[in-house]
């Protein structure tokens, strides 16, 4: 049959020449957790090879994404269509600088959380398959880095969902199935609303392929319901990334789980619901973010302000960082409100920023948990004198989350704020400002109580090495002071990547060739 | 046609939206089970309801004639259905087992990762 028709020009369906070599790397940060995980489930029982098998696709995969960001930093964004079909109608998988530095970030905080799991995770949580989640929600993250199709988009969301409920009730305590139905049901609704608002665009524009989308979406916008869809977006987009009002489902969950995950979740998950907002908004409906700034910005300001409100109040450790999560989201949603590439630029480099800090900021309170048995405020104290080294990763952290130098914090605020008095909106920058110090009250006060408190009863809980802890804390805190004392090389990254959004021709490009601009 | 199926997916989302404002666990989950199937719906008809002929290449013919259906959401819709459909199946088991351990499928009862009454922080020292 296929010889009959031999006629049949194929160049009109299909990309006929095969993929070069070497842009195959656009698929490694996806490919790798994905057969890392499918073989771990396979060897579930197994439970010796877990770790080192996680930890070695984790490695592979951030080489991967090191040659990948390389690579788009060099030559512009990177496209490879499944299937050879021509897009639109191929699924793409396009990655730039905004998502191939974000994927980055965030699989170096896996890496280190594999790292930690190694005293956190025992033979039980293995053999429930900890690393096999950790794995496929990995392959979910990274492919909703690089995916350039918003369909698929919604599928890695999914992906990376499911995988992230089996981390969260991993041990079926009675506390981790209150927090994750809570989690499983909110999240599943702004995923769902996600999935509403790419069916109302689809009706709208007959596209799903994102450089599409940017190319039909000035044409069209003003005959089609753009702001509408446009709030839907930021709906389900601001319930993934917690945004004021609709965060309530991460200070109900983000506590109970093993630290491993906790600091996976708290690092790398609500900025996905950042990165979509920076990717729908910054590069698919700018001037649909215009529409809705205003909005953004209100909301950006009291997420910043009522997040850090209820780490104020908190007893528990995990609890207050779940809420300095929240405020995080926050400043970064300012940045995305100013709509400028500065605001772009603060909000990514801010992004890179959050992911390492929040990360290492559960990992220390893991280690903390580990030495004094607590997580509660009202006991946990006396560090400083039984064991300094915590307090010093302590101190260089709440410095990092504060916004102070020498760590990673100060430079992305200074951005932020300067791109907020240029763009018009000094009130912003105020806001930035005052959820900064009101970081620092909260964290100065779990050092004075945690660390400089003299130990209010002698503990009685058997003390874990911290060896781990602390070589897990060093890998992070080695990018947190790198980022405070020479931030050149991560603002240029981050500004390229906000270029990117905005001058999107360098993508479409990479998607259709064919088009002149 | 389209009239109708838009009117179907109005009262889907309002049915779906409406138990999911309950605070018993199991109309909830019947109401994201609704609401998945009104978004199902909404793909389906965003992709333009024809009666014509069925999206199928004709054996001496390149590409599909003018009129036919269009098959991408029927595509779209069998993903949608499979992840909807694996998230309601854990969401049942997780909210049973939820009422196994906690006794209870009313949300405001649900206070074990969140305590009520937990007091402020201590102040100082």
Known sequence: ?517 | MDLIFTLTVAVFFTVGFYLMLSRHNIRILIGIAIFGNAVNLTIFTAGRITRLAPPIIPIDADALAAGTANPLPQALILTAIVISFSFFAFLLVLAFRTYQELGTDDTDDMRVAEPKNEGLPPLGY
């Open chain 1, 1 to 517: 049959m296929a010889i009959e028709h031999s006629s049949v020009d194929l160049s009109d369906a299909m990309i006929l020449e095969p993929t070069a070599l070497a842009d195959w790397i656009i698929t490694a940060p996806v490919i790798i957790p994905l057969i890392a995980g499918a073989l771990l489930l396979m060897i579930r029982h197994e439970t010796r090879f877990h770790a080192g098998i996680a930890i070695g696709a984790l490695l592979l995969a951030l080489l991967g994404h090191i040659g990948l960001l390389a690579r788009v930093l060099e030559t512009g964004p990177l496209t490879m269509t499944m299937g050879r079909w021509l897009p639109p109608f191929g699924i793409s998988f396009t990655a730039d600088v905004l998502g191939a530095s974000m994927g980055l970030a965030a699989t170096l905080s896996a890496l280190v959380c594999a790292l930690y799991s190694l005293t956190d995770i025992g033979a039980r949580g293995r053999r429930y398959g900890f690393y096999g989640f950790l794995m496929l929600m990995m392959a979910g993250v990274n492919g909703a880095f690089i995916t350039g199709d918003i369909f698929n988009l919604y599928v890695w969301f999914e992906v990376f969902l499911i995988s992230s409920f089996g981390l969260l009730v991993l041990g079926s305590e009675r506390r981790q199935l209150d927090g994750a139905t809570k989690y499983a049901i909110l999240n599943l609704l702004g995923t769902t609303l996600f999935l509403t608002a790419t069916a109302l665009l689809y009706g709208a524009l007959g596209t799903l392929n994102m450089a599409d989308i940017a190319r039909v979406m000035p044409e069209v916008q003003d005959s089609i319901p753009a702001g509408t869809l446009a709030t839907l977006f930021f709906f389900a987009f601001a319930m993934k990334a917690a945004a004021f009002p609709v965060n309530f489902w991460l200070p109900a969950s983000y506590h109970t789980p093993r630290i491993a995950a906790a600091a996976l979740f708290g690092g790398v998950l609500t900025k996905i619901g950042v990165y979509a907002l920076l990717r729908t908004f910054g590069m698919l409906m700018p001037d649909q973010l215009t529409l809705l700034s205003t909005l953004i910005a209100w909301v950006a300001a009291a997420t910043m302000i009522i997040g850090v409100m209820g780490a104020l109040a908190q007893t528990d450790l995990r609890r207050i960082l779940g809420f300095v999560v929240i405020s995080g989201v926050g400043t970064m949603m300012a940045g995305l409100a100013l709509g400028s590439v500065e605001g772009f630029s603060g909000a990514i480099f801010y992004a890179f920023h959050s992911i390492l800090v929040m990360t290492a900021l559960y990992l220390l309170a893991g280690v903390m948990n580990g030495l004094a048995g607590t997580y509660s405020l009202r006991t946990l104290s006396g560090l400083y004198t039984s064991h300094p080294l915590v307090a010093a990763f302590a101190f260089l952290l709440f410095l990092a989350v504060s916004g102070l130098p020498p760590a990673s914090g100060l430079w992305p605020k200074v951005m932020l704020i300067r791109a907020s008095i240029d763009g018009g909106a000094p009130w912003l920058a105020f806001a930035i400002l005052l959820s900064s110090l009101l970081t620092m009250l909260a964290l100065g006060r779990v050092f004075l109580l945690a660390v400089w408190r003299p130990a209010v009863e002698p503990s009685t809980a058997m003390v874990v090495s911290p060896g781990i802890g602390y070589a897990a804390l060093l890998v992070l805190a080695v990018p947190i002071v790198w980022m405070g004392v020479y931030p050149e090389p991560f603002a240029n990254v981050a500004t390229k990547a906000a270029a990117g959004l905005t001058d999107t021709s360098a993508y479409i490009r990479s998607v259709f060739p064919e088009v002149v601009q």
